[in-house]
């Protein structure tokens, strides 16, 4: 991740023909531009920030290379374009400010993940890579957490990569699941990449591989001994499970993959115990997520550790985030004019922004103000942080482990009702999370002056 | 794409934990595996494969470097095992043979996508890298094709990236978008690695950097005449369409993306034309899908382009494929024997297969039947091709625009009642797809053997 990368063409042609524009105008003013999500979906009541690492290392990287300089000029859309853009962009770094939410923290509709602050060109260009990174980081890390609430401390792995969205998918829904509680994943190149634990046991193939299921789990168990969990229902569970007390109490572990899980878990146990293997763990997997895990928990099925794939690793139940990018305020003549958008159910509210958090008597969070950044008055912690500056990355952005511990702590202080696997039956259950008189008067102001 | 890539531990551990207990038992025997889907998502009627090309890239290329084998030896899990292993990785290359079904095409449930015979361990290690390129990319080529043919002509363009699954997975949908009948893409990257056209208007936000609307209008005119689609909604889309007559006829066209995007059209429409612009363009978009395309274009909505984002890109309504990769036959002794999983609701058809389609007297498909590959009898058109040999790919795979024009093909031989938008309400409509005789014998016969 380190070496810098040509990342010039991973936007929108939109981006780049509006700074054609915007270049052609001279309209290079500083612009801040905020992220945030219009609306929670309906089955979240909280969201948990991520993804912001690797739109930093994004932002930072950002160039053109000749190669996509000369792609973009034998465009017809820029054929009349004068030289001068792509003299700007085989120069362009870039340059500006960053504050966002730190990762793993708590946010709610409305309330800006990331602020950019840049050349009005530069903050631009950056939105559809920012988006996508953020969007889907914050997806799966709040995903995950609610697959981790319902363990109610068994562990999960996350497994999904084959389901994801192309591998690269795979990668990052690996990290952002971690950040949401994940205790590792199968996936090897994000333990190579970002340090996660990874875990395996053996697939169905393996045991098929061998003419009977005993080659398979004595193959396996000798070149992995403490290490082997044992695939139980290639044939037959039961079956299988009797052939593991084999190996006794140096076996890890079982995964049961198909079937009633809870009541095979149940005897699988059973037998286990039965053959002094009660270190030995179970672990389910197949098509598993909150529900079902839920389910299994409170029914006190036997069962250790939890595999999760497709729901989790895709969000299956919502599969985007509507995070937007919009502009709030551009500087004109020296002053910073504040910006707003009209149009129907989408009016966005202007000027640079902050989130002050409060915490109740019983020490959860009761309520946020989202104000202007400016505003000195308003009761809370401040939760947006300078990130970047000058387009440097700010020293000691924490590790990956940091960022699950922060999460870990933000599903402490929500408000118990926010962590109901089912949406909020009435509204008070909803995190209240109001406006600032002064960014309301301000929204007010311009509104009416806009709509003259 | 061009140069050799590590792509090692782009898998899952479980793959190089067997690979390692395979090869300490000296399996090296060559081995079948197929990916297919068991069962087609509800919402879905066909499938259009799509993937292949990065799939086979990635078979070609795959490799470990020093980093990555040194990696994996310092895993707890792999601290027992022989230094052979490490050596193994070293010099691995993919060796074998694979047949697939050219991207494109139309595929049932149970039709084998690819089908890959190599040595046993090369042949394990690839299959979460396999699974998640054809899984994603069937996913979105199909989605694409229904939006498509929602469309009825009327152009549509994938607009999806920032609400994908990381950027990655934004070119990936944009190639497979591509493929299943968009006209292009807004993704810059996807255009400069595929060649797919690109597509793009403005933001709201390069209007509200101009103190008045039309100033942003004129800028962006200027420097794109003839190329310019004006955002109308900023503020107030009728006000802005009549501002957009000041351009006449050089007026490419005008998007509108929000409100009552029907009726909107229907009065931008009549400002155009009575302004002499009648071959400016209206284009949508505002969280757009195939059932919504449908209902504008049935009502009779002046819209000439849909821009379609979120729904397209992430294939919303049915956001994974469970695409899944079985061991079907495996070389013992100078024999293939044939393999099967027998696990409830998993049970798997064993033996190399083919699948043969046949065209009924209107032209279009009327039967699927899946086959031993080595069988003679089976009337239709075999649809698995030989695409690698010995790690190589075969020469004169189709390029993307063949493989768009092949699945436009294929959606004209697709029966009528599938391409439905609404689930095929009952069960005849369901495409006919049946096993030889040949292969339902040996898949009782294995069975019963394995039930003893």
Known sequence: MGKARMLGLATDLYQLT???????????ARATFELFVRKLPEQRSYLIAAGLEQALGYVRDLSF????TAYLRGLPIFSKVDGGFFDYLRDFRFSGEIEAVPEGRAVFAGEPLVRVTAPLIEAQIVETF????????TLIATKATRVVEAGQGRAIIEFGARRCHSFGAALYAARAAFIGGCVGTSNVEAGFQFGIPVFGTAAHSFTLAFEQEIDAFRAFYEVFPEQTTLLLDTYDTIRAAHLATEFGSGLRGVRIDSGDLGGL?????????RAGMTGTKIMASSDLNEYKIDELVRSGAPIDLFGVGTDLSTSRDVPALGGVYKLVEIMTDGQAVPKMKLSREKLTYPRRKQVWRRIGDDGRYCGDTIGLADEREIPGEPLLQQVMV????????PTLQEVQAVAREEMERLPLELKSLHNPASYPAIYPVSYSARLEEERRKLQHELEE
């Not at 387009?391 to 000691?396: A, E, K, S, T, W």
Request: glycine residues 8%; negative net charge; hydrophobic residues 40%.
């Open 65 to 68: 290379s000749e190669e996509e």
């Open 130 to 137: 920012l988006l996508a990174t953020i969007n889907f980081q």
């Open 390 to 397: 000058e387009g440097r990355i700010v020293p000691g952005l």
């Open 265 to 273: 878990a149940r005897e699988v146990r059973e037998i286990l115990d």
């Open 18 to 28: 509006m700074a054609a524009a915007y270049l052609s105008r001279g309209k290079t």
